[in-house]
Each structure stands twice: as structure tokens, then as C-alpha cells.
């Protein structure tokens, strides 16, 4: 997936959830959208080197985006809207082993009962279909290891109990985390910071909702899955 053209900049901070300031490389320092919904413990840290775009939409109050952040750990991207178009990019590739057999993606798929939406519905010529939810993890803790959410999130809870209904509609029930952060190489639910998440993705696993991980290869430029990664619960 090829990224907009992107400029550097010195994160100065991040606040009011979706705002954060740059210093420009001209010395300037601008106001950008940051389009990140959780806490990005250790992606906001101020003085990070932070890259962003710019859109050319005339109505935009802040016509830049905060897309990267470097870390002491590697490179992030914070904007957590990439990782559905990565997965989807993956699973068009088949490159997501466990679902390389459905070729029929639709994206932004209401959840039967209500409730909301799933990020996709797989299918194939075989008549077999998949519920797929996807979440970005962005909180490194250390050697390695990921976790998600990195802040309650009982919206993410809701998916996962969703999910779950899924299963007794004869369909596959799906929770894919793209680990967006370079340096993660296994991915956990974060039952410190969010234990009913923690407890309840163990309960649907138990019932059969499948999960996977997948890691990010990422540069200035462009970003894609590249591996799958180990989940830990």
C-alpha cells in the first residue's frame, strides 16, 4: 500500500484525542489531525520525529494528517484507518494463510441483528462466508510483544460478543490484529489496561471466534503485512 507523500516534522504533543502539534522543518509549528482513537502510549511521545500528509480538501479545518511517529522500538503508524485497507490488501493477495480460500471480500458489512458493522464479509464459491474484524495495535510493552486495546474500549468488547452470534449463523467469526508498530513480533490482549476485553476475547475463543495477527513492513513511502505474527493469550 503506498502512502500519500509524507513530511517531517518534531512531535510536540498530542491532545484533545484527535489533535496534535508539529514542529515543521521550517520551524514552524502547525496543528494536525491525529487520527487515532486510543491512548498511543509511546507513539506521542514529545520530541519523536513524526511524519505527516497533507490534503489538498479546502474544507478540512486541519488539512494535515499525522500518518508515522518514530519510536526507540520502530517505526508506528498511528493512523489506525490503514489497517483495514493493509488487511484488505492482504486478504485480496490471499496473503492470510488461514483465509487464503475466500476470494469474495465486501467491505463494511452490517452486523446481522444490528449492532453496528464488521469490517468484512468473506465469502467463496463454496458458500462458505467469514465475519472479519480487524484491529490495529499500536502499544508496544516489551520484547516484542503488542497489546490491544491501550485503553478500555467497550466498543471492541461489543465486536467481540458480535462475533460470537456469528458463529451460531454458520458463519466464521474472524478478529484479525494488524500490528502496526514495526518492532511487534507477538500480539496479546492488554488485561491490565482493559480486563473485561481481556476475559471476554477468551471467552469467544473458547466458543470458537478465530483470531490471528499480522505484523507490518513500513517505511516513508509505503506499508504492508508481510508476516503473520503469534497471538498470546
Known amino acids: 500500500m503506498k ?20 514542529e515543521t522543518q521550517s520551524g514552524n509549528t502547525i496543528t494536525v489531525h491525529c487520527p487515532n482513537t486510543g491512548a498511543m502510549t509511546g507513539c506521542a511521545e514529545p520530541g519523536s520525529v513524526a511524519y505527516y500528509s497533507t490534503s489538498d480538501n479546502p474544507k478540512r479545518k486541519y488539512p494535515c494528517t499525522l500518518e508515522l511517529v ?5 517505526l508506528v503508524s498511528v493512523n489506525t484507518g490503514r489497517a483495514n485497507s493493509l488487511v484488505a490488501e492482504a486478504l ?3 496473503d492470510i ?12 458489512q452490517n ?5 453496528g458493522r464488521f469490517d468484512f464479509l468473506l465469502g467463496n464459491a463454496q458458500g462458505q462466508s467469514a465475519f472479519v474484524e480487524v484491529k490495529s495495535v499500536t502499544l508496544y510493552s516489551s520484547n516484542g510483544l503488542g497489546e490491544f486495546p491501550d485503553a478500555v474500549s467497550e466498543r471492541a468488547l461489543k465486536h467481540l460478543h458480535a462475533l460470537e452470534r456469528m458463529l451460531s449463523l454458520g458463519h466464521r467469526a474472524v478478529l484479525i490484529f494488524c500490528a502496526q508498530h514495526c518492532g511487534v ?19 469467544v ?13 513500513t517505511d516513508t513511502h509505503k506499508m504492508h503485512i508481510n508476516r503473520q505474527l503469534s497471538f498470546e493469550l
Open 3 to 22: 502512502l500519500p507523500p509524507l513530511q517531517q516534522g518534531i512531535l510536540l504533543r498530542r491532545y484533545k484525542r484527535f489533535l496534535a502539534d508539529v
Open 205 to 217: 475463543m473458547a466458543a470458537g471466534v478465530e483470531v490471528y495477527a499480522v505484523g507490518c513492513v
Open 111 to 115: 452486523i446481522p441483528g444490528g449492532g
Open 185 to 203: 513480533e507477538r500480539v496479546t490482549a492488554a488485561a491490565a489496561i482493559d480486563p473485561k476485553y481481556a476475559q471476554g476475547l477468551a471467552e
Open 70 to 74: 518514530e519510536t526507540i522500538n520502530g
Open 92 to 94: 485480496a493477495k490471499q
Open 97 to 108: 494463510a488461514p483465509l487464503r480460500h475466500f476470494d469474495q471480500i465486501k467491505a463494511e
